[in-house]
């Protein structure tokens, strides 16, 4: 497995890193001794950058023990990230908001307990908090990497303004964003803002949340527990729409002897040796055919042939109307 640096402060990571979310959470009923394998699978393929946070799984940190429990053994030979910046206490999760200090320093503890761990490789804010100032976060997370808990700083769903302010706290190594064949909102602003700054980007749903693996039906034959469920690029017009999209780079892909994912993850690796995806999988096998995609060279004629499929992204937004105006993108 190939390794890249993200951002200018040291940090080098596999090509390819597995979010973990997925396996406790947001895709239907989970399995924790199949989490476990996959994640033991992906080191063995030599993945060495695992993302997680406290506010996946159905309780506090579970997706974060999960992970612990899975790299207890070979815990030096990775990257740990995980996330604070939600209130845990709000209902329903995921609704509220809390960076205060004391808050930070409260998950920096748990997440070093939950992940068994004497230090958090890559710490990020996970959402903004529009009551405390991004410049006390980045002071605090400042700290715990003076007092050498944490490693690096990273952010997460935030754009050019409020990026700058915090990487003049505390250097900012990586922005985590979703950005894939289907979102492509981080390219105009934000993208040369993180290059101007030296901040590596880190890729989640680079997949589509699925819809670019091939394997895909209509929003309605999901369960309620499955995020896909109410998507908008898996309802209506939108679906029709991305389907044919979706087959069109399949046709391609098939060309090129290669899977609808890893032509879909090889182009966000084709956009900078500053990005690394990070897909995530509850299955080893499909595991497998992820890291296949860090092999793949595109010529510029497939670059150009998948701008023609898809020149703007996905019909439909990735997040309803409501919860994107939680979101900070000054």
């Known amino acids: 497995m190939q390794?890249?640096?993200?951002g200018s402060q040291g940090l080098c990571v596999s090509a390819l890193g597995?979010?973990?979310m997925g396996m406790s959470m947001a895709y239907g009923a989970?399995?924790?001794?199949?989490g476990v394998a996959t994640i033991r699978r992906a080191h063995e393929l030599g993945v060495d950058f695992f993302d997680t946070a406290e506010l996946y799984g159905a309780?506090?940190?579970s997706n974060e023990v999960l992970l612990g429990k899975a790299v207890r053994d070979f815990r030096d030979e990775v990257v740990l990230a995980t996330k604070f910046g939600f209130d845990m206490t709000a209902q329903p999760l995921g609704s509220g908001f809390n960076s205060r200090p004391e808050n930070i320093r409260k998950v920096a503890e748990n997440s070093l307990r939950y992940l068994r761990t004497d230090h958090i490789d890559l710490f990020y804010?996970?959402?903004?908090?529009?009551?405390?100032?991004v410049e006390e976060?980045?002071?605090?997370?400042?700290?715990?990497?003076?007092?050498?808990k944490v490693k690096y700083f990273g952010l997460s769903n935030v754009g050019p303004q409020y990026i700058r302010r915090a990487h003049a706290v505390a250097p900012v190594s990586v922005l985590q964003y979703e950005y894939s064949l289907f979102e492509r909102e981080v390219e105009e602003k934000t993208l040369p803002v993180l290059r101007?700054?030296?901040?590596?980007?880190?890729?989640?749903?680079?997949?589509?949340?699925?819809?670019?693996t091939g394997v895909v039906k209509p929003a309605s034959e999901y369960p309620q527990d499955d995020m896909r469920s109410w998507d908008e690029r898996w309802q209506g017009e939108?679906?029709?729409?991305?389907?044919?999209?979706?087959?069109?780079l399949k046709d391609l892909a098939n060309a090129k002897g290669i899977t609808t994912a890893q032509l879909a993850l090889a182009w966000l690796l084709a956009q900078g040796e500053d990005v690394v995806p990070i897909p995530g999988t509850r299955s080893a096998q499909r595991l497998e055919e992820n890291a296949g995609a860090a092999d793949v060279q595109l010529a510029a004629t497939d670059l150009a042939r998948i701008t023609e499929i898809l020149p703007h992204g996905s019909a439909g937004s990735r997040y309803p109307a409501a919860l994107m105006s939680d979101y900070s993108t000054d």
């Open 125 to 133: 804010q996970h959402i903004s908090d529009p009551n405390v100032p």
């Open 30 to 34: 989970s399995n924790d001794e199949e």
């Open 59 to 61: 309780g506090a940190g």
């Open 238 to 248: 939108n679906y029709t729409y991305n389907l044919r999209a979706t087959e069109q």
């Open 3 to 6: 390794h890249r640096n993200l």
């Open 137 to 148: 976060v980045a002071g605090v997370v400042g700290e715990l990497i003076t007092e050498g």
């Open 18 to 20: 597995l979010g973990v």
């Open 196 to 212: 101007e700054l030296g901040i590596g980007l880190v890729p989640y749903s680079p997949l589509g949340r699925g819809f670019l």
